[in-house]
């Protein structure tokens, strides 16, 4: 794990309120139990955030705080409209000189099976590639889990690209190209987004995680 001290970490998420936080899990998750998941889902998240070596780490966060663990980490407001506007926001803000001036990955809460280790060698593909760069995480639903840019400008592209589809993957991929990047990939990882994908991602989280717990746990109440 040797991510250059030189970059940051941002983080973009939703306070997790039932009703409001993973809906597509519902049914068969009741909303209560869809905001548990993922309330779990960002805690593992920000706990590897936090043990990856960077300089910054920033969370764009829609909704109040509550009972989320924001330790070591500077918290920006999420701006209205469409995903592409508010990731493209997200990078802008955390972003702005001299603070966040540094390479940048941004990754949602629906891995929580990232690790340090992924992170910091993420960074490091990103780093290593120079100015000109962008990388970028692939899922199989279609969508991507993180996309890793040297400055904000890269991501003024985001609002012009369709999210939450089959293709958004590839046409993100084809937006920063037609911007004059070259993109590098990162391992492809599924995201939580129904229930069967839960239950495959808490596989992958470590038994004593939170993800984990609260997935098991709910899956063995369910009918």
């Given at each position: 794990?040797?991510?250059?001290?030189?970059t940051q970490l941002l983080?973009?998420?939703?306070?997790?309120?039932?009703?409001?936080?993973?809906?597509?899990?519902?049914?068969?998750c009741s909303p209560e139990?869809?905001?548990?998941?993922?309330?779990?889902?960002?805690?593992?998240?920000?706990?590897?955030?936090?043990?990856?070596?960077?300089?910054?780490?920033?969370?764009?966060?829609?909704?109040?705080?509550?009972?989320?663990?924001?330790?070591?980490?500077?918290?920006?407001?999420?701006?209205?409209?469409?995903?592409?506007?508010?990731?493209?926001?997200?990078?802008?803000?955390?972003?702005?000189?001299?603070?966040?001036?540094?390479?940048?990955?941004?990754?949602?809460?629906?891995?929580p099976q990232v690790t340090?280790?992924?992170?910091?060698?993420?960074?490091?593909?990103?780093?290593?590639?120079?100015?000109?760069?962008?990388?970028?995480?692939?899922?199989?639903?279609?969508?991507?889990?993180?996309?890793?840019?040297?400055?904000?400008?890269?991501?003024?592209?985001?609002?012009?690209?369709?999210?939450?589809?089959?293709?958004?993957?590839?046409?993100?991929?084809?937006?920063?190209?037609?911007?004059?990047?070259?993109?590098?990939?990162?391992?492809?990882?599924?995201?939580?987004?129904?229930?069967?994908?839960?239950?495959?991602?808490?596989?992958?989280?470590?038994?004593?995680?939170?993800?984990?717990?609260?997935?098991?746990?709910?899956?063995?109440?369910?009918?």
């Open positions: 794990m040797t991510a250059a001290p030189r983080v973009i998420t939703k306070a997790p309120v039932p009703g409001k936080s993973k809906t597509r899990l519902s049914p068969p139990q869809a905001a548990a998941i993922a309330a779990a889902a960002v805690g593992d998240t920000l706990d590897a955030v936090r043990g990856t070596p960077v300089q910054r780490r920033v969370v764009a966060l829609d909704g109040a705080p509550g009972g989320l663990d924001l330790t070591g980490c500077v918290v920006v407001p999420q701006v209205d409209g469409d995903l592409g506007t508010r990731l493209a926001h997200a990078f802008a803000d955390a972003m702005e000189p001299p603070d966040g001036d540094l390479p940048t990955l941004l990754i949602g809460m629906d891995t340090p280790e992924l992170l910091a060698d993420s960074l490091d593909r990103l780093v290593a590639a120079g100015p000109g760069t962008a990388v970028l995480g692939t899922a199989p639903d279609g969508g991507w889990w993180a996309l890793g840019v040297h400055a904000a400008v890269a991501a003024l592209v985001l609002p012009g690209v369709p999210m939450s589809r089959d293709d958004t993957a590839v046409l993100t991929r084809a937006a920063l190209e037609q911007a004059g990047l070259t993109v590098l990939d990162l391992p492809q990882l599924t995201d939580i987004d129904h229930f069967p994908d839960a239950l495959s991602v808490a596989a992958l989280c470590p038994p004593g995680s939170r993800t984990r717990r609260v997935v098991d746990s709910i899956a063995a109440e369910l009918p």
